[in-house]
């Protein structure tokens, strides 16, 4: 395998090892993946919700009660990715949940007290990724100089 590498002046293609890249029995059964890497997530889409209230102490005791929730689903290894829109649109966020179907994701989302305010709601479809994504709550915390 080869990769380019480009710089001011120059590029370089420097030869990358096949044992970098070498499949991993041993990992692949502990993420769960198939022969192809993958496995089946639900990617859920948080949307805005018809509660908005005005109140920026509700809104930010609702917001803490929120990350409390995306935490402990992460610390359980059922919520493997999150994160907010860059944006003031109507998808808010997205969730990658580590479980085989949409109604055991509806049970998860369940339990955020967003939802159950009706600041957010869900929109939830199965996907099939990378089994790889189990690593990020992981890798996430090498990098997190403040934690939520």
């Not at 044992?19 to 496995?39: I, L, Q, R």
Request: aromatic share 8%; charged share 20%.
């Amino acid at each position: 395998m080869y990769a380019a590498c480009k710089n001011a002046t120059e590029t370089t293609i420097a030869n990358i090892s096949q044992d970098t890249y070498a499949f991993d029995s041993v990992t692949a059964k502990k993420w769960g993946a198939d022969e192809y890497g993958m496995k089946l997530y639900v990617l859920v889409f948080l949307k805005r919700g018809p509660y908005r209230s005005s109140d920026s102490t509700t809104r930010a005791n609702l917001q803490a009660a929120h990350m409390t929730n995306i935490n402990r689903l992460a610390e359980e290894g059922k919520l493997v990715l999150a994160g907010p829109m860059n944006s003031d649109e109507e998808i808010r966020g997205i969730y990658i949940f580590d479980v085989a179907t949409i109604e055991e994701a509806r049970a998860l989302t369940a339990t955020d007290p967003a939802i159950q305010a009706g600041s957010l709601i869900m929109e939830m479809h199965p996907w099939y990724g990378s089994a790889s994504l189990k690593e990020i709550p992981s890798l996430h915390k090498k990098g997190a100089k403040i934690n939520f």
